[in-house]
């Protein structure tokens, strides 16, 4: 599913472009909760933000995502594939459907992504195919927690995209957010840490 969160109020020709963002959930999760991430990042003044639906729908949500959505929920691979490297087919699943999203709607200037949204991310980075366009950026919030479950053949491999990252200092999965941010080249990334 699309929500495209557009601001009609910008009628003026000398008005400049805004970016276009594509906006990535995390895993059990949905668009309603990125809205929330993303308004509270104040991309819509900067961006048009296009929010995609992993394609696996789930039961219930992340603890605690309940009290900010009533559902319906998605993920990009569930918790038993990513204990199990032997078992990825949902992952490789959302790895073609956001390939084929990027394809049909993009190109992007930029990707957002939340945990295992950052994961997805980064596989599609690695996925892309040669001549495709990469965003001129990346946004990566509190994306330790699902970096287990990404395959490449070579764990060297840098990402050339500029990249902002937000790591929480609470977050379970920090160390793993650090280690992530080295996987971008040092200097086209920045990071911030939050108190949350």
Known sequence: ???????????????????????L??????????????TGLKLYKIADCDYLHAPHFVGSPYPGL?????????TWTTISEMNDKNSTKKWKE??????????????????????LGVAMITQLLLSLPKKSTLPKFVILACGGGGQSIITTTNSTTRMVVPSFHIIGKKDSHRSNGELLRTKFWT???NSNTTDD
Not at 1 to 23: A, F, H, Q, W
Not at 66 to 74: H, K, N, Q, T, V
Not at 94 to 115: H, K, M, Q, R, V
Request: hydrophobic share 25%; net charge negative; proline share 3%.
């Open 94 to 115: 959302s790895i073609e459907y956001a390939l084929n999203y990027i394809e049909t709607n993009g190109p992007y200037d930029g990707i957002y992504g939340f945990s």
């Open 66 to 74: 309940e009290l900010f959505s009533e559902g319906p929920w998605y």
């Open 187 to 189: 200097n086209n990334n």
């Open 1 to 23: 599913m699309n929500v495209n969160n557009n601001n009609k109020n910008s009628s003026s020709s000398t008005t400049k472009k805004k970016l276009r963002i594509l906006c």
């Open 25 to 38: 959930h995390g895993g059990y999760s949905n668009n309603e909760i990125t809205i929330f991430q993303t």
